[in-house]
C-alpha cells in the first residue's frame, strides 16, 4: 500500500530541488523518492546491542586467517586442514 507525504518547504528550498531533479531527467517526485531511500539505506537498522551479541559469538569461534593468496593456494592444494579440526 502507496502512502503519500506531506513536506512543507521554502520556495527556494523548492525551486533548489527542482532545478537538481530537471537536471538529472526526473520528477520531483521520483528524486525525493530516490533521495530517500538513500538516506533510508544509509541509517544503521536493528538494536546495536543485538549487532554486538552477534560480533562477539563470531570471534569465539576460529576461522582461517591470513592473506587471500595464501587462503586460496590452501584451496587449491586441498590441504585439508580446514576440514580436519586441526587448528590454523
Do not use: C
Not at 37 to 45: G, Y
Amino acid at each position: 500500500m502507496a502512502k503519500r507525504l506531506q513536506v512543507i518547504l521554502r520556495d527556494s528550498e523548492y525551486r533548489q530541488i527542482q532545478k537538481i531533479a530537471r537536471s538529472r531527467r526526473m520528477s520531483l517526485a521520483e528524486w525525493v523518492r530516490q533521495t530517500l531511500d538513500l538516506a533510508r539505506r544509509r541509517e544503521p537498522m536493528g538494536d546495536a546491542g543485538k549487532k554486538l551479541e552477534v560480533i562477539r559469538a563470531a570471534v569465539r569461534h576460529r576461522y582461517p586467517t591470513g592473506d587471500s593468496a595464501s587462503i586460496l593456494a590452501e584451496i587449491a592444494g586441498g590441504n585439508g586442514r580446514a576440514f580436519s579440526g586441526e587448528p590454523y
